[in-house]
């Protein structure tokens, strides 16, 4: 199963609004709606910030949006802050009932 | 509320086995599979399988297959992993994390670095 496809990077500046896409196939993204997304700080555990798509977990700012339009899952931050500078990841449940993680995007708050 | 508090960091030889930790509480472990994700340095996250809950069978990645198993022990609440024939190649943290559902993991240990070095 080939990892699904992002940006390596992003920028924008603080108060901004940025999107990553997230691009997989009829197999995975395009045939489901348990897409995730996590954030990730520098030595530190993946935190879940969007699931199923484009619901958020108790806790997450309402900053961060998901939406999904064919094999392509995007995630919203609205409103950057420089806390919000770390990387991103997308996965998607498969037709296989396999998961899998896309190869991850460093977005950076100018 | 729910913890995965997973073992310390190990360095081995190539060759030697390694058995990773995820010690968990503050849930019913038995409600929920395991999960384990590889982050290679400087890299990102690779999914290697699963173990289910109620029935502790385990489904692996196609590219850990062989090599790698799953297991845990109910009384003790904690999930393994153990990696046999070390190479420098599975030089990496892993995670255990706590699938919701369909890959939705909602709680995440804190990773264990695996070091293969001669």
């Known amino acids: 199963q080939a990892a699904l496809t992002q940006p390596a990077s992003v920028s924008a500046s603080p108060g901004q609004s940025v999107a990553i896409s997230c691009t997989g196939t009829?197999?995975?993204?395009?045939?489901?709606?348990?897409v995730s997304w996590f954030q990730q700080h520098p030595g530190r555990a993946p935190k879940l910030i969007i699931y199923?798509?484009?619901n958020r977990p108790s806790g997450v700012s309402d900053r961060f949006s998901g939406s999904k339009s064919g094999n392509t899952a995007s995630l919203t931050i609205s409103g950057l802050q420089p806390e919000d500078e770390a990387h991103y990841y997308c996965?998607?449940?498969?037709?296989?009932?396999?998961?899998?993680f896309g190869g991850g995007t460093k977005l950076t708050v100018l | 509320q729910v913890q995965l508090v997973q073992s310390g960091s190990e360095l081995k030889r190539p060759g030697a086995s390694v058995k990773v930790s995820c010690k968990t509480s503050g849930y019913s472990f038995s409600l929920y599979s395991m999960n384990w994700v590889r982050q290679a340095p400087g890299q990102g996250l690779e999914w290697m399988g699963y173990i289910q809950a109620k029935t502790g069978n385990a489904f692996y990645a196609q590219a850990f297959t062989g090599r790698f198993v799953f297991y845990w022990d109910t009384s003790l609440t904690t999930a393994y992993l153990q990696i046999f024939g070390l190479t420098t190649d599975d030089t990496a943290v892993y995670f255990c994390?706590?699938?919701?559902?369909?890959?939705?993991?909602?709680?995440w240990g804190q990773g264990a670095l695996v070091t293969v070095s001669s």
């Open positions: 996965d998607s449940f498969t037709s296989s009932r396999t998961v899998v």
């Open positions: 994390a706590r699938d919701a559902a369909f890959g939705k993991y909602d709680y």
């Open positions: 199923d798509v484009n």
């Open positions: 009829s197999s995975d993204v395009g045939a489901t709606n348990y």
